[in-house]
């Protein structure tokens, strides 16, 4: 099968259609799996099938809409997370021999890890956050976090929710083109939806630093009194 072909809006939402041979489970089922091979080097980015089971998925007359987001999402969410995990993984294994592993590789430099890496020394977990909004950092994200030994569960607790962010926008956006998805409204519509999703995602990764910094400085408060009793009870009284 030509990979290529998962590029084009219209040949992914044939096969996700409800009303194609798998159903509308199918669809989902093969939007789960369209994702989590994204993750491994499918010449697919995320967005479209995210966009198109909005579209469409979502959309089903015959359930409830609420229903139909929460199973789709979550399915969505689960194909994106064990993609990275697994790419995460598979270049902590193999280091900066990574690019030599067939497929992956492909999509991979060195200077994008290296350049990457630096981003990480400077921004850290942030990274995650907002390299998942971008179709072409993504992949060079996460294989610089698993080649840096980038702690694996601030990696994934970073990557889950930004995917909650980053899904959740795309799907967002192709429910409410619906009848309207084209390549066109797409590219239209879609730099509108990804700002939101880079505001919602600095603005959460403000809060967290701000949550953690508070809490260190009470931490440090109670340290600093605890050492101040400390000194009163073993310092000598006048009367002594």
Not at 84 to 95: E, N, T, V
Not at 105 to 125: C, D, P
Not at 200 to 217: C, D, P, S
Request: a positive charge.
């Amino acid at each position: 099968m030509d990979f290529l072909a998962f590029l084009d809006i219209d040949a992914v939402k044939n096969m996700l259609a409800p009303s194609g041979p798998w159903g509308w489970w199918g669809g989902a089922l093969l939007s789960f799996a369209l994702l989590f091979s994204c993750g491994l080097g499918l010449p697919l980015p995320e967005d479209i099938p995210l966009i198109v089971s909005g579209a469409i998925l979502c959309h089903d007359p015959s359930g409830s809409v609420w229903q139909e987001w929460m199973i789709v999402g979550f399915l969505n969410w689960a194909g994106i997370i064990g993609g990275d995990i697994c790419l995460y993984w598979i270049s902590r294994r193999y280091g900066q021999n990574i690019t030599r592993v067939p497929i992956i590789g492909k999509h991979v430099t060195m200077e994008r890890i290296e350049h990457v890496g630096k981003l990480f020394e400077r921004w850290g977990v942030g990274v995650v956050a907002i390299g998942r909004l971008f179709a072409g950092v993504r992949g060079a994200m996460v294989i610089t976090a698993g080649t840096i030994r980038f702690n694996f569960l601030v990696f994934v607790i970073a990557d889950s929710i930004a995917a909650i962010f980053s899904g959740g926008i795309f799907m967002l956006l192709g429910f409410w083109l619906h009848e309207k998805l084209t390549t066109a409204n797409v590219e239209k519509y879609k730099h509108y939806f990804v700002a939101g999703a880079i505001v919602l995602a600095a603005a959460f990764i403000i809060y967290i630093v701000w949550r953690v910094r508070r809490h260190r400085t009470i931490g440090e408060v109670v340290v600093k009194k605890v050492i101040e009793k400390r000194e009163d009870a073993s310092t000598p009284s006048a009367a002594d």
